[in-house]
């Protein structure tokens, strides 16, 4: 099972419009695909701050950046049903 970690802070609204996004793609995933999303506030750990305070929000599947800034839906659900994530061109 992937894990998606999406990275944010409080009152970012980027980082509302990147979990709505999350949300909807992992509801809308076809059945028996599962994903463990978590979230991470920048504000909660000193070495996510440090690596991506200017790049929020940041979608992590199983470690490896996916996007950062915005989210496209339909990558992200290609990304999560291939299972074979890569990382979004800077």
Known sequence: MPTLTLISKP?????DVAREI??????????????DVVE????????LFEQWW???????ID?????HWRVS????RTALTEK???EEPA
């Open 40 to 47: 991470r506030s920048i504000f909660d750990d000193p070495s």
């Open 11 to 15: 009152g970012c609204h980027l980082c």
């Open 54 to 60: 200017e790049k929020i929000p940041v979608v992590l």
């Open 84 to 86: 074979t994530p890569t």
């Open 22 to 35: 999350v949300d909807t793609v992992v509801a809308d995933l076809p059945a028996g695909t599962e994903v």
């Open 73 to 76: 839906a339909d990558r992200l």
């Open 63 to 67: 470690d490896r950046l996916h996007a």
